[in-house]
């Protein structure tokens, strides 16, 4: 179960880091807004398709609310947006940070980005399979995987 958090990351115990959490929201709002309005959507529509609600989506369009992780992957993967940018948009850390990586890792990380989102969900159905077979596997939620 997720919790809303902000949508930055930190202890907002200045008045500086409120009104930059709120620039940073609205920003962000707009953004996604924009976003939406270039796939064609409705609120209700982007809301449904991205498993959340309406109102939700309507404040965080408004600045007026934080988010979680969860709620920008799925707004993400259903405007076909790049998660990083995304993610970076709404202020948050994101783990495992592409400068870890090495050159290799980041080399497959570009190409698959690049890759078309029926492409990516296939790449990572292959190793969702893969990692079961030891005796793992890829958290759904995380990628926002259907099962058919």
Known sequence: MSTNIPVTSGVMGRKGRAQDAIAISVQFGKWIREQRDRAGLTQEQLAELAETHAVHLSRIEKGRTGTTRETITALARVLRLDLREALNKAGMDQPGDVGSLSAIQQELLQYFNKL?????????????????????GIDDKVFNIKKK
Not at 116 to 127: N, R, V
């Open 116 to 136: 078309p989102f029926e492409q990516q969900l296939d790449l990572l159905a292959i190793a969702d399979a893969i990692w079961r077979r030891h005796g793992q």
